[in-house]
C-alpha cells in the first residue's frame, strides 16, 4: 500500500536558521498537503499542491511538490519562535475511490533561543 | 460555525470499559474521519467515511467500532477498552471536492488515558 515517508523526525535549529523537512511518497500522487500541529495542539491545514513542479510560497514557508509528483519539501526562512511544531506532509493517490490521505509521521521543529 | 468539535476533551476509562466519542462538523462535508496519535507515530487512521451510509476500516481498526449517524455526526465506539488505545483520538471533516478542495479540518481531540 501508499506509504509517506517524512524526514527528519525531529529538528533543532536555533532561532534564525533555515529548516527544511522532506516528504516521500512510495507511489505517484494526486496532490500533497501540509499540516501543522502546535504542542498540545490539533493538526491545521497549511496548504495543497496539485501541478507537477509546483511551487507556492506562504511568508517564510516555501512548499515544493517534485516534478514526478512523488516527493515534497517544505522550507521556512529564518524561523522564528512562533514556528515551534510538528509539520506532517499527506498524500492523496489517484486510483483512491474517496478522499482519504495517508500522513507522514511528521517532523517536529524545535527552536532554540 | 464551530468547525469539528469532539467530546470529551479528556477521558479516563479502566480497561473493559466501554465508551464512546462523538464528532460533529458543521461545514457540510461528505468525509469524516478519525485519527489516533501516539507519540512518534504521527497520525493513524481509524475508521473513516466517505459518505452518510458507509464506513470503511483504516490502517488500525481493531478495537474499534464507528457509526455515521448523519451527516453531520460520526461516532467512534470503543467497546472493552485496554491499555494499548491510551492516546490522542482526533476527528477530521474533509471536502466538497476530491482533489481541489479537500483539506482535512481537525476537532481539538480527546485524550483517553485507558489504565
Known amino acids: 500500500g501508499q506509504q509517506v515517508m517524512q524526514i527528519p523526525q525531529y529538528q533543532h535549529v536555533q532561532e534564525g536558521e533555515d529548516f527544511t523537512t522532506y516528504c516521500n511518497s512510495s507511489t505517484t500522487l494526486s496532490n500533497i498537503q501540509w499540516y501543522k500541529q502546535r504542542p498540545g495542539g490539533h493538526p491545521v491545514f497549511l496548504i495543497q499542491?496539485?501541478?507537477?513542479?509546483e511551487v507556492k510560497k506562504q511568508k517564510r514557508l516555501t512548499f515544493q511538490f517534485g516534478e514526478a509528483k512523488k516527493n515534497s519539501s517544505l522550507h521556512i526562512t529564518a524561523t522564528q519562535t512562533t514556528d515551534v511544531g510538528t509539520y506532517f506532509c499527506a498524500g492523496l493517490e489517484p486510483m483512491n475511490r474517496d478522499d482519504k490521505i495517508i500522513f507522514g509521521k511528521g517532523t517536529r521543529l524545535h527552536i532554540l533561543p | 460555525n464551530a468547525g469539528v468539535t469532539q467530546t470529551p476533551k479528556f477521558q479516563v476509562l479502566k480497561t473493559g470499559q466501554s465508551m464512546t466519542l462523538q464528532c460533529a462538523q458543521d461545514m457540510n462535508h461528505n468525509s469524516m474521519y478519525w485519527y489516533r496519535q501516539d507519540p512518534g507515530m504521527g497520525l493513524r487512521l481509524i475508521y473513516y467515511s466517505a459518505s452518510e451510509g458507509t464506513t470503511d476500516k483504516g490502517e488500525v481498526p481493531n478495537g474499534y467500532n464507528v457509526s455515521r449517524l448523519n451527516k453531520r455526526e460520526f461516532s467512534l465506539r470503543l467497546e472493552s477498552a485496554a491499555p494499548s488505545q491510551t492516546s490522542v483520538y482526533f476527528c477530521?471533516?474533509?471536502?466538497?471536492?476530491?482533489?481541489?478542495?479537500?483539506?482535512?479540518?481537525f476537532g481539538p481531540g480527546t485524550r483517553l488515558t485507558v489504565l
Open positions: 499542491l496539485v501541478k507537477s513542479g
Open positions: 477530521a471533516s474533509s471536502g466538497l471536492y476530491r482533489e481541489t478542495d479537500n483539506e482535512q479540518f
